[in-house]
């Protein structure tokens, strides 16, 4: 006999961060396990009154035609939605071809779109390496730029189990001053059997610095002078044990005036990635870039800096993006996150509002400690709670209703 649809399970979205990242993980999550999930005072903790701006509301749009879902609530600045997968068997027809397009008609963030669609694809069943092109933002303040994405994010997903991801940039989109989109293909190569758990352990020492720079190309000496006089005086710090440091710099012209962005990533012993970037695009007259460029080269350096003492093996960003990977990995996963003054590394408020969402959704529990014992979601499984539901009768395609 078919059993009632579930109750869906409320997130009250001013929790703890209360941003957008609370929503993306919730949906990500429903639309694999199907349990439907509210969400009310969405991105509550954030100011011009929160609600869904347009990178959340595509996000949602998208992971909602994947999993067949009805979404109640779905319309730009809504402050309450509510998603209901359908639980029967389906995988979406543009995942099984293998081209997704996710179009945004703003810069929003093409990597938070990621963040959003990614776990739904890497778990999805898909046989085939699916071409994900997002357009939006590469460059976009609070975000992962395209940068981090390609040198931290994939390196360590790849270090921690999930099969190849590419990436190719076609175009640089940042989110202000420009009407001009950026535009990024990524292939993910799907699991096909459990991600197995993960033990980020053993930090090692650093060994390389990457210095990616994307700016005005009448700047490109001053950074490049910036970064030495900077490697000179805090050779020791950054490399401390290590015998032949190795340093790169890029530089990329950003075409305008005011685009300024600096990413220093670090490479360790294990094959750790840590990284801490800078992105200052508004605010830079004619006349006070020689202030500009030390300056964001102090604050990077700084971060990185902190990031490379304290020993862990994640920087703050990675901290809470890994959440998601060692709640749906099978078994119990490990991340170390290093010490500060003597003690343990606190958990980010980002990292705690991801622990959150999935202590609610699926069955883990992380113990404060950098430790989770995973589901093991097996990929392409229906793993909801409904057997066979008369209630979503019906629902063939996405239905939005604002
Ligand atoms: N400089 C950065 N490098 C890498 N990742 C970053 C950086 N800044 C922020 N992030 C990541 O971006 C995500 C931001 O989530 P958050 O909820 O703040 O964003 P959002 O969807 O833009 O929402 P809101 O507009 O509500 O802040 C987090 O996963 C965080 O780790």
Redesign the pocket.
Known sequence: MPSKQPAAIHLEGATL????????IALGLSSLTKKPVSITNI?G??SAG?GL?A??LTSMLWLGQACNARISGAGLRSKEITFTPNPLPSIHQDITVGHVSISQSTPG?I??VL?AVLPYLLFSGAQDPIQLRITGGTNVS????YD?VEQ??IPMLSIVGVPSITTSCHSRGWSTGSTRLGSVTFTVTPLTTTLPAFQLTDRGIVKSIRATVVAPRDSEQGFRDNLDLMFEKRLARIFSGTENPEIHVTFEDSHHEKRYYLLLVATTSTGLKL???W?YDRGVRTGKTTQVIPNIVRKVSDDLITEIEHGGCVD??????LVVFQALAKGKSRVNRGRRGGRKVET?L?AQ??MWVAERIIDVKFDGEGGCEGMGFSPGSEQGDVEESALVEGVSKLEVST
């Open positions: 961060e209360g941003g957008g990242q609370l929503l993306r991105r903790k954030r929160g701006k990178q959340h963030s990597n938070l963040q609070n975000s992962p730029s981090y931290v994010l990284g801490r970037d992105l703050e960003w990675m901290m809470d993006q980010s980002h509002t991801a």
